[in-house]
Nanobody
Framework: QLQLVESGGGLVQPGGSLRLSCAAS????????VGWFRQAPGKEREGVSC???????YYTDSVKGRFTISKDNAKNEAYLQMHGLKPEDTATYYC???????????????????WGQGTQVTVSS
């Protein structure tokens, strides 16, 4: 059974960078697309960036030009490189595996194959 574990979160100053990783086990990540979602306190979980099996990517408007999603099927990992972090990026970030197309993946909170447990990102001076 596919399991996902996120890592790479932490405390960073505004304008800083972080790279989140999503490590898969139990199955081959290459068979799935991967989405990164985030949930801030008191807010709904939202899709941030997704990459589908074909390599098509999607970014929500607020992170375009700052975040980059990638997937290394050989390493069974996916990544979210984040630059220019802002306080409003503060949230728990989750990865999810899905068979959906990238934009649809990011638009949906249900129907994904598996979720990770999340990693906290805090952007503060």
């Amino acid at each position: 059974q596919l399991q996902l574990v996120e890592s790479g979160g932490g405390l960073v100053q505004p304008g800083g960078s972080l790279r989140l990783s999503c490590a898969a086990s139990g199955s081959t990540l290459g068979a799935y697309g991967v989405g990164w979602f985030r949930q801030a306190p008191g807010k709904e979980r939202e899709g941030v960036s997704c990459i589908d099996v074909g390599g098509t990517t999607y970014y929500t408007d607020s992170v375009k030009g700052r975040f980059t999603i990638s997937k290394d099927n050989a390493k069974n990992e996916a990544y979210l490189q984040m630059h220019g972090l802002k306080p409003e990026d503060t949230a728990t970030y989750y990865c999810a595996a899905s068979w959906r197309a990238a934009k649809s993946m990011c638009a949906a909170l249900d129907g994904h194959v598996q979720w990770g447990q999340g990693t906290q990102v805090t952007v503060s001076s």
